[in-house]
């Protein structure tokens, strides 16, 4: 079975930062596309940014410069480093794995908000 656990998130100003991680149960890691995603009240779920085995990433225009994605193939972590937040991060964030070359095999987090004062 695969489980994602997040971290918590928190309240934070704008301007500051927080760092969000994902510990998967996942019995070969390098499998999946890691990723997180995001849905804000009243909005479609988006994806905020990914990042494959061999750390390829990819990133929504809305964060480009801002947030960061990594991995840890060791620790079966990833971690989204966030920068400069602003109140239009404010959203409900999902950890996400999906199985390279079978997406129907996609599993996520328990989901965690982050909120952003302005």
């Known amino acids: 079975q695969v489980q994602l656990v997040e971290s918590e998130g928190g309240l934070v100003q704008a301007g500051g930062s927080l760092r969000l991680s994902c510990t998967a149960s996942i019995t070969i890691f390098s499998f999946y596309v890691m990723g997180w995603y995001r849905q804000a009240p009243g909005k479609q779920r988006e994806l905020v940014a990914s990042i494959t085995q061999g750390g390829s990433t990819n990133y929504a225009d809305s964060v480009k410069g801002r947030f960061t994605i990594s991995r840890d193939n060791a620790k079966k972590t990833v971690y989204l480093q966030m920068n400069n937040l602003k109140p239009g991060d404010t959203a409900v964030y999902y950890c996400?794995?999906?199985?390279?070359?079978?997406?129907?095999?996609?599993?996520w987090g328990q989901g965690t908000q982050v909120t952003v004062s302005s």
């Open positions: 996400n794995a999906e199985r390279v070359g079978i997406p129907r095999l996609t599993y």
